[in-house]
């Protein structure tokens, strides 16, 4: 068993479930995130104070940052549009806006897991939506509370 996480663009929510329904996977969570580079020379002005540096990140810079630290459950982010629910989730237009899918797969689902993030990937690469990410960890157990299934089969 393998827990796959992928990490896709909001907007390639549809072409990724559609390519793992092609593939017989239909059990997923999927939840908002956002891209957050650490990296001190980023670009982006978004990510910069008021002087041109990065925000201070402790681990990272060298120099300190006059950047406020924000305090637990504020984002120093605005989202681009108000979030209203699910069927919401591939209309952001944020450049950070990602969406996390995590499945449980049976290891001869593995494969067909990742072409479909492959498939989708490449169905929607000339509209600009950006990178995917995919990582795969080792799955020691599962249960399905309900039932009491445990392993392969509660998946």
Do not use: C
Not at 50 to 76: D, F, H, T, Y
Not at 121 to 132: C, K, M, Q, V, Y
């Amino acid at each position: 068993m393998k827990y796959v996480i992928g990490i896709v663009p909001g907007a390639a929510l549809s072409a990724v479930t559609d390519a793992l329904g092609r593939a017989d996977i239909y059990r997923l969570t999927v939840s908002e995130v956002e891209v957050v580079d650490f990296d001190p020379g980023v670009a982006d002005p978004a990510l910069r104070d008021a002087a041109g540096s990065s925000p201070g990140r402790g681990i990272l810079s060298s120099e300190p940052s006059n950047a406020a630290i924000p305090k637990p459950g504020e984002s120093q982010f605005e989202p681009a549009t108000r979030r209203v629910g699910p069927s919401d989730l591939e209309h952001r237009s944020d450049d950070r806006h990602r969406l996390r899918l995590e499945i449980a797969v049976n290891d001869e689902f593995l494969q067909p897991a990742i072409d479909a993030f492959r498939t989708a990937e490449a169905a929607t690469s000339d509209l600009g939506f950006g990178p995917f990410w995919v990582s795969v960890l080792p799955l020691e157990n599962t249960i399905r509370i309900r039932t009491g299934e445990t392993g392969s089969g509660a998946i």
